[in-house]
């Protein structure tokens, strides 16, 4: 090759390399000034915490991770993303209307292995609690039998989560105690005739779940609850209340069963099983049951079955469709 053209070609190539190396340099100059604006400021959402090392942002509605050092981890692409979990190198994300799992990395695993691996670790801890006992079934299974029955379960297959033996279910319940759970004995309300809560047989206690209605022209029409369900047990001879359970967003307690007057049960739904609550007034006992499920845990027996018995119309009735339209 001529001399002349061999200079030409060096000039061309050195050019070239350089050109790309200042490109680079441009590009990791701007990405740390970009480092440099606190989390804070670069995003509209920032998750509390970090799980494996990771945390959840959101800008301009695409959610994406961080790690401890303010570096996008894993580019925010993604229409929603849930957090890591501590003992998780997985999260789940939507993208497109598709919901899967990916790694640290960003890259996509296989959904189907994951959600099989979790439901038998569910199983597993599940089954390392101990079975209700022959005298438990015997004494229970027969006063909630209905709401087995609508739902197709076997008592007999449930597994005892916990119990509390030291369970002061008649103490009274004050704002020391309780906080912000307390409630006030609702002297207006003590009367043995409401038909939205569930007597002892009698009358003495009840209990309420919180069901909202509305009366018009003598008929009662369902308006709902708090999205986090309250259950209060009420004492009419003693002039107080307790709250005996609280139900997140993904539960709901759907009907109380009452043996006699010192012993009731409340059972309903909770994300992946159906409880039973197991309340004994007299030996100040209380036990938490769990039949687990494999599919949707929607339900259907609070407005198919209980509501309908206490004469209040739901969403399900085309009478209530003309009511609120």
Known sequence: ?????????????????????????QIKAQADKQNKIPPEERYDHIETFFYQDLKVVTKNAKWGFIDRAGNESIPLKYDYAWS??????????????????????GEKLDTDSIYALEWQERLD??????????????????IIKKWTDFYKLDFAK????????????????????????????????????????????????????????????GKRY??????????????????????IMWNGASGLAEGVFWKSNDLFAVVGYDHDCRFINVFDIANETISYYQIILKEDNAGGYMNGIYLKEKGIITENDTEYDIYIN
């Not at 979990?85 to 598709?98: C, H, I, M, P, T």
Request: net charge negative.
């Open 1 to 25: 090759m001529p001399l002349r053209k061999l200079i030409i070609l060096s000039v061309l190539v050195l050019t070239s390399c350089t050109y790309g190396q200042t490109e680079k340099t």
């Open 84 to 105: 890591f979990r501590s003992n998780r190198e997985y999260a789940r994300v939507q993208l497109d209307g598709e919901i899967f799992f990916i790694n640290k990395i």
């Open 125 to 142: 801890e599940f089954n390392s609690n101990p079975p209700v006992s022959a005298k438990e079934v015997a004494r229970i299974a027969p």
């Open 158 to 217: 449930a597994r005892l989560i916990e119990h509390n033996d030291n369970a002061c279910i008649k103490c009274p319940s004050s704002i020391d105690t309780d906080g912000i759970n307390y409630r006030e004995f609702e002297k207006e309300l003590d009367t043995n005739k409401r038909i939205d809560v569930d007597y002892s047989p009698n009358k003495q206690w009840y209990v309420d779940l919180g069901i909202m209605y509305e009366e018009i022209e």
């Open 222 to 243: 369902f308006i709902g609850w708090d999205d986090c369900q309250s259950v209060y047990l009420i004492d009419r001879k003693r002039k107080h209340q307790n709250m």
